[in-house]
């Protein structure tokens, strides 16, 4: 017999005044409920109330026993109630990882609007280029662009992306236009580097296979938004996420080249750690960045 069931006994009979009355209001027999405050005092080792035929008065220690219980079992069920709701209504704390870049212009102007819809929930964001853990760094929701995503974690599509090479037309006025990956070696290629100045490469898919090519240009950075100014201003290609150069390949600033090479998958994703009731916080969240990023003209702002 659980201690929970025990107390939640002892403080229906205290309350009744009755072992007969608190078992018609549990639904049990008087003599079932008898042994509960039997197995209670017994584990205590005091005696919480004197019971005769006719008469339950409780003990000095049953009286403070009792405002205990009482208070307990009310913070029990407003824990449940708070839990439940958590599941219907968008409460507590939202701490969401983001790329830098994309995370900046795409994930955190929409959290004004959330938050005014669900006053309740208070929202962090890491805006970082680093893969998080969420588990061990304790975060809700990461949004993904592309990649591997653990199989221990729910990947969401929040829109259509891929991976593409681009340049202005200037560019390829004045150097030609690569027609296969071999091409990129006559072009300066704007190469993101990492930590300690290497180089990373662009990836592909060459007859179902995906490969790299190794980027090399008079130019490299670590910062994404300093590629795509790189390639507006005509000072070489760029292998850009199609999120953040919709609006310029709709004006023709830019263009793109080699797509039949292009990853046809490297969308955007919330990812989150797979469990069996996902908070109405998340589940909100996802759903509004969904929505917003289905409208027509989202991209070409």
């Not at 870049?101 to 208070?122: I, L, M, Y």
């Not at 070489?236 to 004006?251: C, D």
Request: aromatic share 8%; proline share 4%; charged share 25%.
């Amino acid at each position: 017999m659980d201690k929970l069931t025990q107390i939640e006994a002892f403080v229906e009979v205290a309350e009744k005044g009755s072992l007969v009355r608190a078992a018609l209001g549990q639904h049990i027999t008087p003599v079932m409920l008898g042994r509960r405050i039997d197995a209670l005092e017994k584990r205590l080792g005091v005696k919480l109330m004197h019971r005769t035929t006719r008469h339950l008065t409780l003990t000095e220690q049953g009286t403070l026993y009792l405002d205990h219980c009482r208070k307990l079992l009310a913070d029990l069920g407003h824990a449940d109630r708070m839990v439940s709701e958590g599941r219907h209504r968008a409460t507590g704390h939202l701490t969401v990882s983001a790329p830098a870049a994309f995370g900046r212009k795409h994930v955190a102007p929409h959290a004004a609007g959330f938050v005014r819809a669900h006053p309740d929930v208070q929202i962090s964001f890491n805006l970082t280029d680093r893969v998080v853990d969420l588990v061990r760094d304790g975060y809700d929701v990461g949004i993904r662009i592309g990649g591997v995503i653990d199989p221990s974690f729910v990947a969401v599509k929040l829109a259509s992306n891929r991976r593409v090479v681009c340049g202005t037309p200037e560019y390829f006025e004045r150097h030609g236009i690569p027609r296969t990956l071999e091409d990129l070696a006559n072009h300066n290629c704007l190469a993101f580097n990492l930590q300690g100045g290497q180089q990373r490469g662009w990836y592909f898919q060459d007859q179902g296979k995906q490969v790299t090519v190794r980027a090399d240009g008079n130019l490299n950075c670590n910062d994404g938004e300093l590629l795509h100014r790189w390639a507006t201003e005509g000072l070489g290609l760029a292998w850009r996420s199609s999120w953040e150069i919709q609006a310029q390949l709709a004006s023709g600033e830019l263009i793109t080249v080699l797509d039949d090479y292009a990853l046809p998958q490297y969308d955007i994703m919330a990812v989150y750690p797979q469990q069996r009731h996902l908070p109405a916080k998340v589940r909100f969240f996802i759903d509004m960045l969904k929505e917003v990023y289905a409208r027509p003209d989202y991209w070409l702002k």
